[in-house]
């Protein structure tokens, strides 16, 4: 059971060029999320994914899009990444424990710079 | 907007000492809180979650949380210098998880 993983770890990118961020989860988790994490400021939802098939935008959307692929992979992508786009960012899941709450874990994180 | 605000630190306390750190959030839909520890490069770890009014303890640590002050806590007892860390507090609303800018706790041996 590998939780949440994403890929790449690091990435280096120049302004104008685009990516893809990958994340997958094996916990059977119906919701996924994207956030970003700069100093100072917390994390940000950038969007999220209540089950699959569909999308939501969270705080900070612009520049980003995503797919939800299956229930277990959600990717995030930069069409044409920007230097105020430096940021790591994380990949989370979530499930409703039984009579509580919906309650999130986290992936490793990917750390990215555009130059 | 909800939001979620912390003192940003850092917090520093001797080891054995009890380190508490707040809470406040705005949104009084909110449903339950959470406490993450993010130790530094690495992502944030989920440490426990409250959703009723008073205590809830685990080993060492207690989460408070007071609905009508819109005010939640973490104490740490018998704090150790591996508990030094950025401390995430999060409320729930709607499918969506609103998170404060961490608070930084170092334990001085």
């Known amino acids: 059971n590998a939780g949440v993983t994403q890929t790449p770890k690091f990435q280096v990118l120049k302004t104008g060029q685009s990516m893809t961020l990958q994340c997958a989860q094996d916990m059977n988790h119906n919701s996924m999320y994207w956030y970003r994490q700069d100093p100072g400021m917390g994390l940000r939802l950038i969007y999220y994914s209540a089950s699959e098939g569909t999308t939501d935008k969270g705080e900070v959307p612009n520049g980003y899009n995503v797919s939800r692929l299956n229930k277990r992979e959600f990717s995030l992508r930069l069409e044409s990444a920007a230097p105020s786009q430096t940021s790591v960012y994380f990949c989370?899941?979530?499930?409703?424990?039984?009579?509580?709450?919906?309650?999130?874990?986290f992936g490793p994180g990917t750390r990215l710079t555009v130059l | 907007q909800k939001e979620v605000e912390q003192n940003s630190g850092p917090l520093s306390v001797p080891e054995g000492a009890i380190a508490s750190l707040n809470c406040t959030y705005s949104?009084?839909?909110?449903?339950?809180f959470f406490w993450y520890r993010q130790y530094s490069g690495k992502s944030p770890e989920l440490i426990m979650f409250i959703y009723s009014n008073g205590d809830k303890e685990d080993g060492r640590f207690t989460a408070q949380l007071n609905k009508a002050s819109q005010y939640v806590s973490l104490l740490i007892r018998d704090s150790q210098p591996s508990d030094s860390a950025t401390y995430l507090c999060?409320?729930?609303?709607?499918?969506?998880?609103?998170f404060g800018p961490g608070t930084r706790l170092s334990v001085l041996p």
């Open positions: 989370a899941s979530s499930i409703r424990l039984a009579g509580a709450t919906d309650t999130q874990y």
């Open positions: 999060a409320s729930y609303y709607g499918q969506n998880f609103v």
């Open positions: 949104d009084r839909g909110s449903q339950s």
